[in-house]
């Protein structure tokens, strides 16, 4: 077998990794793209999209439990809103180690 040679490789199909690979593969290169991310469902996935923060638990915010689960993104700010949590994963069942914090 013959190795494939790419031109680029894009991490992730979101907004910007998308538009990444669309814009090298329209000039002519070669582009790996990966995901490895969950299959999201276009609506049924999103639903929290149209909810206010008073109508999540703890306003929106995220209880001391879920911070515990989520210790690496609750140092984001963001990461463990109730509105967006669901998008990531808990680091006591997926633990990654840090050489160097990136926060």
Do not use: C
Request: aromatic share 12%; proline share 2%; hydrophobic share 40%.
């Amino acid at each position: 077998m013959q190795a494939k040679v790419f031109d680029a490789i894009v991490i992730g199909s979101g907004i910007t990794g998308g538009w990444a690979a669309k814009e090298l593969t329209e000039k002519g290169l070669n582009v790996l793209l990966l995901e490895r991310g969950r299959q999201v469902v276009h609506g049924s996935d999103y639903f929290t999209a149209f909810k206010d923060d008073w109508q999540l638990p703890f306003r929106g915010r995220a209880s001391l439990l879920e911070k515990r689960h989520q210790a690496k993104q609750a140092r984001t700010g963001y990461a463990t809103k109730q509105s967006i949590k669901h998008w990531f994963v808990n680091d006591l069942q997926h633990p990654y180690l840090e050489s160097q914090r990136f926060d």
